[in-house]
């Protein structure tokens, strides 16, 4: 692919992270696709929700940094397929949790979207 889409996927990639952080769903809500698919595959944690519901969730939990997390975060590979399809392997920490996430992206009109959100967790040991 080229530099733009390496660049375009790093800035998404920085928005998904501080959005996180900052539990702001209207920051997420500017990375997801309309048809997010969020799925969390720990055992017993199991759990599939589209955007809608994530977010309502986000804006329901108190945000990392107002706790004083600070940001633990890694991208650790990005594999474009297609100039319309990518993913996305990161790691992050937060909440007292240790979490692995693959995420497909689409193209959506001229922006990257995370289209499915799959992950799971551990918890974070200290």
Request: with cysteine; net charge negative; glycine share 6%.
């Amino acid at each position: 692919m080229t530099p733009v889409d390496h660049k375009e996927v790093g800035k998404l990639m920085e928005t998904y992270f501080e959005g996180l952080h900052q539990a702001d769903s209207a920051m997420l809500r500017d990375v997801f696709h309309p048809q997010l698919a969020y799925v969390c595959a720990t055992e017993g944690d199991e759990l599939y929700l589209d955007l809608e519901t994530y977010m309502a969730r986000v804006d329901g939990r108190e945000p990392p940094a107002r706790r004083g997390e600070r940001r633990e975060e890694e991208v650790l590979e990005v594999a474009f397929a297609s100039d319309r399809l990518a993913c996305v392997s990161a790691r992050m920490t937060m909440m007292g949790r240790d979490f692995h996430d693959l995420l497909t992206l689409v193209r959506h009109g001229a922006e990257w979207r995370i289209v499915a959100k799959v992950f799971s967790y551990v918890p974070r040991k200290d």
